[in-house]
């Protein structure tokens, strides 16, 4: 993949405290795979070298809002994360309590979200980016090219990935800007996601990679 500012864009998936905190809702599920791959350390680093070397970035948010809690019909995860108010937010139009919450930023994420210049698309409510303007965001900039990383691997990021390849995008995977949750049942999620990200996108690459082509 040919990694150029003028059709390459940053995109992070959900870099919220909930997932990538100590103090998040899903720590106890996805803390050993995010310390293990240093994902906050690469996320931060792709942030950096994107914002430095002139890349656009974009987000998409989780958010949940109490008229969600009407849902019928949730896979395991949403249940877990309606029971564990993961990602809960007052409303639409309502800020109260989000400063510092689940649903907010990474504290050290800020200052490269909150620029003015980071595309913050609307939330995407299930995994991937059908229900929001993402892909809208993308194509009015003429991006082409995705590196692609965040949270969680086998889920929300592999569903982006999914759907970008669908819409004709080259997509890159960032394999330690991203982690998977381990279940005792279920299995490792972040393994279950690195296969299939082998098979689907265009490349898989490092941050140390990623960073190296980012000219």
């Known amino acids: 993949m040919d990694i150029r500012k003028n059709d390459t864009a940053v995109v992070f998936i959900d870099p919220q405290n909930d997932v990538l905190s100590e103090d998040g809702a899903n720590w106890g599920a996805v803390g050993a795979s995010v310390t293990e791959n240093k994902t906050v350390e690469n996320m931060e680093r792709i ?26 019909m949730n896979g395991p ?18 800020l109260t309590g989000f400063e510092n919450s689940g649903a907010d930023w990474l504290d050290r994420f800020k200052r490269y979200i909150d620029d003015g210049k980071t595309v913050v698309a609307s939330p995407h409510k299930v995994f991937g ?32 990935m999914r759907e970008f390849i669908e819409q004709g995008f080259e997509v890159a995977m960032l394999k330690d800007a991203t982690a998977g949750p381990r279940h005792p049942v279920w299995g490792d999620g972040y393994e279950a ?14 941050a140390d990679e990623a960073i190296d082509r980012m000219r």
């Open 47 to 72: 942030f950096e070298a994107a914002k430095s070397r002139g890349y656009e970035v974009f987000i998409s948010p989780h958010y949940f809002y109490p008229t969600d809690s009407g849902w019928m």
């Open 77 to 94: 995860l949403e249940t877990a994360e309606f029971k564990t108010h993961t990602f809960a937010r007052s409303g639409q139009l309502d």
């Open 129 to 160: 980016p059908q229900t929001n303007d993402l892909v809208l965001q993308l194509r009015k900039r003429g991006i082409g090219k995705i590196l692609l990383g965040g949270m969680l691997a086998n889920m929300c990021v592999e569903s982006h």
């Open 193 to 206: 996601a690195i296969v299939n990200y082998r098979f689907f996108a265009h490349e898989v690459l490092s």
